[in-house]
Structures are given as C-alpha cells and as structure tokens.
C-alpha cells in the first residue's frame, strides 16, 4: 500500500486562457509532474518542474477555453490538486 502526503496547492489570483499561477509548499525538493486537465478529465496540458520548498510558478503559454479546469502536481510521494476558473 502506498501512501501519499497531500501537497498544499492553490492557484494565486486570476488565471486566465493564457496563464495558471500556482502557489505550493514541497516537503522534498526535485521534480514534479504538473497536468492541468479540463472537466472532461482530458489532460490538456503538461510539464515536468525542478520544485524546491514554498514558491510560485506560472504556467504560461496555455490557450485555454473558459471554464474549470483541475491542476495536479506531485511525485512518487505527494501530491496536491486544485481548481482553476479561467476567464
């Protein structure tokens, strides 16, 4: 059985089809898979990020549509979701 920490991830003002930023708080620095996925559980965007403790990062460059999206970001031993509404 596998257990995973939950990684405390919350989007930082008003994300838009252009851009996503992410607050997160990482309880181990290294690489993280982030996915941005629509409501229909497609993933419509992805990316692998060098995390290290509390920081921001923007995603940039999306071209999204209006609407809600889900953000994951984890690794082997946590990991965090969030909901965007992008304007």
Known sequence: EINKDILPLTVVGTSTQN???LS??????????LSVYDMLGR?????????VSTQTYSINGLDLHPGMYF????????????K???Q
Not at 44 to 51: D, G, H, L, P, R
Not at 71 to 82: A, D, P, Q, R
Request: hydrophobic share 40%.
């Open 84 to 86: 965007a509404m992008v």
């Open 19 to 21: 851009n996503i930023t």
């Open 43 to 51: 993933e419509v965007f992805k990316q692998n990020i060098n995390a």
């Open 24 to 33: 997160y708080t990482t309880g181990i620095a290294g690489v993280y898979h």
């Open 71 to 82: 953000i994951k970001l984890g690794n082997e031993s946590s990991f965090g979701t969030v």
